[in-house]
T-cell receptor, first 117, second 116 residues
Framework: AQKVTQAQTEISVVEKEDVTLDCVYETRDTTYYLFWYKQPPSGELVFLIRRNSFDEQNEISGRYSWNFQKSTSSFNFTITASQVVDSAVYFCALSESPQGGSEKLVFGKGMKLTVNP | EAGVAQSPRYKIIEKRQSVAFWCNPISGHATLYWYQQILGQGPKLLIQFQNNGVVDDSQLPKDRFSAERLKGVDSTLKIQPAKLEDSAVYLC??????????????FGPGTRLTVL
């Protein structure tokens, strides 16, 4: 069965610090997709990135970067030079390839990031 | 492009009452999802529609929850009767074709339900 673990529940940093959010997943499928979503206080889940299991290249988008390692079943997310606007709950999620059934996302419990000025 | 719309944003009811939530997906998105997010947890899928057909409702408590997506566009989720443990945020999401991870799910702002 699919499972996503975000061991950290809450992190507090000071503005401009770098912060890494950990995500470990479990799946028996060889084809799967990993996601990160951001949930600011307004409540809406905002899509950040999607990664498929065949693409282990790290990705950088501005201050955000993602490190995908199949060997350790991890998909970690780093925010460089954090800002107050980064304060939110961040969710890692996993979706297995569709086989005629549901393509549901399985989410971790989320990690609350607070960036203090 | 307009995002996923949901209403109401907040609802407070007494236990044993009924309540309904509405969702309008992104235009052209064939797949619609309802998730339940209990405080401190990640969202959990309740039901997935592909056009107006149900793909997965295995985690929907069917004795009290129902959902429909008439005409394959808007959807309503109903709870009748509500229990205290139904207090949660109900999130609606949509994706282009529901092809698993190939299609990103986009979420609405959610409806925060409080059952007293």
């Amino acid at each position: 069965a699919q499972k996503v673990t975000q061991a950290q529940t809450e992190i507090s940093v000071v503005e401009k610090e770098d912060v890494t959010l950990d995500c470990v997943y479990e799946t028996r499928d060889t084809t799967y997709y990993l996601f990160w979503y951001k949930q600011p206080p307004s409540g809406e889940l905002v899509f950040l990135i999607r990664r498929n299991s065949f693409d282990e290249q790290n990705e950088i988008s501005g201050r955000y970067s993602w490190n995908f390692q199949k060997s350790t079943s991890s998909f970690n997310f780093t925010i460089t030079a954090s800002q107050v606007v980064d304060s939110a709950v961040y969710f890692c999620a996993l979706s297995e390839s569709p086989q005629g059934g549901s393509e549901k996302l399985v989410f971790g419990k989320g990690m609350k990031l607070t960036v203090n000025p | 492009e307009a995002g996923v719309a949901q209403s109401p944003r907040y609802k407070i009811i007494e236990k044993r009452q009924s309540v309904a939530f509405w969702c309008n997906p992104i235009s052209g998105h064939a797949t619609l999802y309802w998730y339940q997010q209990i405080l401190g947890q990640g969202p959990k899928l309740l039901i997935q529609f592909q056009n107006n057909g149900v793909v997965d409702d295995s985690q929907l408590p069917k004795d009290r929850f129902s959902a429909e997506r008439l005409k394959g566009v808007d959807s309503t989720l109903k709870i009748q009767p509500a229990k205290l443990e139904d207090s949660a945020v109900y999130l609606c999401a949509s994706s282009l074709a529901g092809r698993g991870g190939l299609d990103t799910q986009y979420f609405g702002p959610g409806t925060r339900l409080t059952v007293l």
